[in-house]
């Protein structure tokens, strides 16, 4: 998506160890125009899907999620990274490897929310290694839900987790697909 890519090119930093930093737009500030453009584009490319919810992770992804969702006009279901003394009987629950923090969380869905034959959409903002979207494919396994496919703002798509996950069989658009990214060189998009 050309706006999206102008505008990682003006205001996205990149950081050390993969790190691409968007706080000024995406992560921390952001610009609720630039993602509802993206929400209509998701749509566009999933006009032809029936979808029964959205599915994302705490915290980054909720207020995407919630304006992509306003072009599906279907809810948002986040999963919560959880202490493990939350971890019931009541809730699904998968282990996510974060890759900007280094730890690994339990996140938890409530099994009041992801029923059986749900058709699921994934919202995220950034695909690195895949793991986000490997729990939450988990936590949809769990519940047989159907996951739809998935709908991610910046993929780092050198970082080969999209690519292992299409080959598994997931469906995943990604409205700005990097290809190389340094901080010498700066972005190049694929
Ligand atoms: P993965 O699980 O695919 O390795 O990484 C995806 C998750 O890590 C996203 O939910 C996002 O929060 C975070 N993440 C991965 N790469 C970046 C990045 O370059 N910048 C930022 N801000 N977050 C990232």
Same mark, same amino acid.
């Given at each position: 998506?050309?706006?999206?890519e102008?505008?990682?090119?003006?205001d996205?930093?990149?950081?050390?160890?993969?790190?691409?930093? +968007?706080?000024?737009?995406?992560?921390?500030?952001?610009?609720? @125009?630039?993602?509802?453009?993206?929400?209509?584009?998701? &749509?566009?490319?999933?006009?032809?899907?029936?979808?029964?919810?959205?599915?994302?992770?705490? *915290?980054?992804?909720?207020?995407?999620?919630?304006? +992509?969702?306003?072009?599906?006009?279907?809810?948002? %279901?986040?999963?919560?990274?959880a &202490?493990?003394?939350?971890?019931?009987?009541?809730?699904?629950?998968?282990?996510?490897?974060?890759?900007?923090?280094?730890?690994?969380?339990?996140?938890?869905?409530?099994?009041?929310?992801?029923?059986?034959?749900? &058709? +699921?959409?994934?919202?995220?903002?950034? %695909? *690195?290694?895949?793991?986000?979207?490997?729990?939450? &494919?988990?936590?949809?396994?769990? *519940?047989?839900?159907?996951?739809?496919?998935?709908?991610?703002?910046?993929?780092?798509?050198?970082?080969?987790?999209?690519?292992?996950?299409? *080959?598994?069989?997931?469906?995943?658009e990604s409205?700005?697909?990097?290809?190389?990214?340094? +901080? @010498?060189?700066?972005?190049?998009?694929?």
């Amino acid at each position: 998506m050309k706006m999206l890519e102008e505008r990682i090119l003006k205001d996205g930093i990149v950081a050390q160890g993969d790190v691409l930093k +968007v706080s000024g737009f995406v992560n921390h500030l952001i610009d609720v @125009e630039l993602m509802d453009e993206c929400g209509k584009e998701l &749509r566009r490319l999933y006009a032809n899907e029936q979808i029964d919810k959205i599915l994302t992770i705490e *915290a980054s992804g909720i207020g995407i999620a919630c304006l +992509v969702a306003r072009h599906f006009g279907v809810p948002v %279901l986040f999963a919560k990274k959880a &202490r493990s003394s939350n971890i019931s009987n009541s809730v699904y629950t998968a282990k996510v490897a974060s890759f900007t923090h280094g730890n690994v969380s339990d996140i938890i869905v409530s099994k009041d929310y992801l029923n059986k034959g749900d &058709r +699921v959409l994934i919202i995220d903002d950034f %695909l *690195a290694n895949g793991c986000a979207l490997m729990g939450l &494919r988990e936590l949809c396994r769990q *519940a047989k839900a159907q996951i739809v496919g998935a709908g991610i703002i910046i993929e780092k798509e050198y970082q080969g987790g999209g690519n292992k996950l299409r *080959a598994e069989g997931m469906r995943i658009e990604s409205l700005a697909k990097i290809k190389s990214m340094s +901080v @010498e060189e700066g972005i190049e998009f694929c």
